[in-house]
């Protein structure tokens, strides 16, 4: 009898299955950062290892995924040696029908962020669960706010006019962590502090929201990925399907592989 594939299961399966796809020997590759993107990392480590990939350069994404891929004997490099990469694989912590996204659940957003945007591809990498109608109840935002004056940037974001009805929340303890555990603020690989938006109703417009935080002073970047995705690979019980956006459209193909084959 077949076991019933967990969360962690569908996740190493997009994970491989993004890097056998997309990544090629000669390249340059974007390391995203999470339980999702922490497979993929795997993935291209073993792939490196038998010889079946060749002259990588990679950017992770976070100290956390810097280590890890040290530690599987990847070649890294940062952005300031490579400002043109050739893909990037990372997770989300929600993708809506357009592609747009949420991410920074693990803190990271900011180097997610500049790496992904300098990527000619970027794929993401979910499982089902995180496939949302629209971004906000189902996830906090993640913002990253330098810490001075904190609390003074937290009551500007909470009016501005395209996040009308959140709650800024300061995270605490693990920077990984969105529960807030710990007393102490959650400090970011650049040493800032993340505020996570609470919403009760799905965001209206995501571009707006995102331009208003981005022209907030104390903000140094936000959770909304928009207009980034090329490929949202998504793992669900019934198999792994990809979503693409044409023309505007969200397009499903047929499951790439056959999960329980
Ligand atoms: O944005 C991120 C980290 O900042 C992650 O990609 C996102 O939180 C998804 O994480 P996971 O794959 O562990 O569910």
């Given at each position: 009898m077949k076991r019933a594939l967990s969360q962690d299961d569908l996740k190493r399966m997009v994970g491989y299955q993004a890097v056998d796809d997309y990544v090629k020997s000669g390249t340059v590759?974007?390391?995203?950062?999470?339980?999702?993107?922490?497979?993929?990392?795997?993935?291209?480590?073993?792939?490196?290892?038998?010889?079946?990939?060749?002259?990588?350069?990679?950017?992770?994404?976070?100290?956390?995924?810097?280590?890890?891929?040290?530690?599987?004997?990847?070649?890294?490099?940062?952005?300031?040696?490579?400002?043109?990469?050739?893909?990037?694989?990372?997770?989300?912590?929600?993708?809506?029908?357009?592609?747009?996204?949420?991410?920074?659940?693990?803190?990271?957003l900011f180097r997610e962020k500049i790496v992904e945007l300098c990527a000619k591809k970027f794929i993401v990498i979910v499982d089902e669960s995180k496939i949302c109608d629209g971004l906000g109840p189902g996830f906090p935002i993640p913002v990253e706010i330098v810490p001075f004056c904190h609390e003074h940037t937290m009551r500007v974001i909470?009016?501005?006019?395209?996040?009308?009805g959140c709650e800024p929340v300061l995270r605490l303890g693990n920077i990984a962590n969105n529960t807030a555990d710990g007393d102490k603020p959650a400090i970011t690989d650049n040493g800032n502090y993340i505020v996570d938006l609470k919403f009760k109703t799905p965001i209206k417009d995501p571009v707006a929201a995102g331009q208003q935080l981005k022209a907030t002073?104390?903000?140094?970047?936000?959770?909304?990925?928009?207009?980034?995705?090329?490929?949202?690979?998504?793992?669900?019980?019934?198999?792994i399907y990809i979503k693409e956006k044409k023309g505007g459209e969200e397009e499903e193909e047929e499951a790439a592989f056959d999960l329980f084959g």
């Open positions: 590759i974007g390391l995203g950062t999470g339980s999702t993107a922490a497979h993929a990392v795997d993935r291209v480590g073993e792939k490196l290892k038998s010889g079946e990939l060749k002259d990588i350069i990679a950017i992770p994404t976070s100290v956390r995924t810097k280590e890890q891929a040290e530690k599987l004997g990847i070649p890294l490099s940062t952005l300031d040696l490579h400002s043109d990469l050739d893909v990037a694989i990372d997770g989300a912590d929600e993708v809506d029908p357009q592609l747009n996204l949420v991410k920074g659940g693990g803190g990271a909470s009016k501005l006019p395209a996040l009308k002073v104390g903000v140094v970047d936000h959770g909304l990925f928009t207009g980034m995705t090329t490929v949202c690979i998504v793992a669900g019980k019934e198999g």
